[in-house]
């Protein structure tokens, strides 16, 4: 087991790193609980526990496509009618959709109730449950309405990554990688040294995998809470990443992969403005190649993929940035010319 405590503004977020899935620790009453979960894990042994203990379960469905105000409504709804008052807490079980609503309604039921996280997707165990952002969909726009709102506890499980498809656990798996190239050689090459133990999942492999991984996640936010700075760094790939799973057509990458299609990106820019330290940039490719990152793909509109570049929300005087690294734990911040962006989309 592992535990560390995070310092976001003024709140602690205690984190606790585990095999086993277990709550008796936590003593919760339950008539102020409310577990909020949805249809894939509210079948599991964990979300039984919860309701054994009495507490009220609110199912909603799994995926984006619920990460919706009507899904926020609905975990309100059932609040009120269990009379939860200012000293409740809502536990959060799933993966990120469900961490970033559960997150959401606790930010503002009654102005703020108790938050724990129980993260069961990798992606939600590195990324989603902590840093305290929180929010659902809106208009079609990700993440349009939301709140900076950090989980008093997160509690990750590593024994919810054998039930993962093996879609889901490369997607998380790209987000742990990368923390290894913003963090720099050590826990690259703990990346490059462990990759039988970490892609199968064994569970001694998982807890220091995921624990190494979250310091970084949780050095970047505790320097930078609202990203105006280095928790921007956090995004390496993504702007690359994101305008491939548009182009590609939704659902053809999962989040991650994607991401680490972006990154390889990152470095090919980085190669042409001769920022990259050529030795790195291959290294980089290895890793992507050696944990069977599909980084080669082509096979989009470019035309369809610089206009969803060109639309992407993180821009600064109407200008797009990227993630760029000299090397392992060196990176920038620097806007691209699009003829550059063109280049390395080929
Ligand atoms: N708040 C943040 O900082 C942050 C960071 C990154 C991503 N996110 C958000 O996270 C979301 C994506 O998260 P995700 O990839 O976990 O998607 P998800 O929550 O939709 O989970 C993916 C699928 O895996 C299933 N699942 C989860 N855990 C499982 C398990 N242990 N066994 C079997 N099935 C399981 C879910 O039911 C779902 O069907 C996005 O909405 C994204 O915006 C938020």
Known sequence: MKTFTVSL??????????????????????????????DTMCKSAAARSFTEAGITTVVLGSGERFKTLSSIETIAEAAVHKGLDRGAVIIGLGGGVICDM???????????????????????????????KSGVDFLERKNLIGSFYPAQKVLIYTDFLLTLSDDEFKSGLAELIKHGFLA???????????????????????????????????????????????????????TFGHALETAAGLGKFTH??????????????????????????????TILRDYSYNI??????????????????????????????????????LPLDPAIVEEVIK
């Open 102 to 132: 559960a997150a959401f309604a606790a930010s503002v039921y009654m102005r703020g109730c108790g938050l724990i996280l129980v993260p069961t997707s990798l992606l939600a165990m590195v990324d989603a449950s902590i840093g305290g």
């Open 184 to 238: 720099g050689d050590e826990l690259l090459r703990y990346i490059e040294e462990n990759r039988a133990a970490i892609t199968a999942r064994e569970p001694d492999a998982s807890i220091d995998a995921v624990y190494r991984s979250l310091r970084v996640k949780a050095e970047h936010i505790e320097k930078d809470f609202r990203e105006t700075g280095i928790r921007a760094h956090l995004n390496l790939g993504h």
């Open 9 to 38: 503004e003024n709140r602690q977020t205690e984190i606790i790193i585990d095999k086993s899935a277990h709550f008796s620790g936590l003593k919760l009453n339950p008539e102020n609980s409310l577990l909020v979960t949805d």
């Open 296 to 333: 080669d793909f082509n096979d989009f509109d470019s035309e369809l993929y610089l206009q969803a570049i060109s639309s992407d929300k993180k821009k600064k005087d109407g200008k797009l940035r990227f993630i760029l690294q000299h090397s392992a734990g060196n990176t920038e911040i």
């Open 256 to 285: 991650g992969e994607a991401v680490a299609w972006g990154i390889y990106r990152a470095m090919k820019a980085g190669l042409i403005l001769g920022i990259t330290d050529l030795s790195y940039a291959e290294r980089v490719e």
